[in-house]
């Protein structure tokens, strides 16, 4: 496998069905415009604070809402660069929606966007990411 090649399997710490420490979110595919969503709770298991999740936490569900939106547009990427601002704190089982969707094709670089809204419809992160296109996908 070249250096330019990524291997999708079911390990991912975000996705991974088969990855015993990890979220297993069950990432959705929107249409018109293509966009990835996801609805999840976060359990104690992922706090920073007590009794509020971890922003580490919330910045990898974002990165990964991203690479899916470009996923789902059949843009297979890796993250290059990442802006993640944190609005409203997010405590440990309040349940959560993820949205993402492209924001600009740069030809060897894909601009995209993400946001985490609670119940209420507030948005509690955001992020806007760069993400490099990567030519050899493997799906395992």
Known sequence: MSKDSLVIDQHCFLCGKENPFGLKLDIQR????VRATASFT?????????GVIHG???ASILD??????LYFSEIPTMTAKMEVKFK??????????GFARIKKDRGKMVEA?????????DQVTSATGLF?????VKRL
Do not use: D, R
């Open 30 to 33: 929107l249409e018109n415009p």
């Open 42 to 50: 976060l359990e104690k298991n992922y706090q920073g604070y007590g």
């Open 56 to 58: 580490g936490i919330l």
């Open 64 to 69: 990964e809402l991203m690479i899916y939106a």
């Open 88 to 97: 409203k704190k997010v405590s440990v089982g309040e349940p959560l929606t």
């Open 113 to 121: 966007e993400a946001e985490i809204v609670n119940a209420a419809g």
């Open 132 to 136: 490099l296109k990567v030519e050899n």
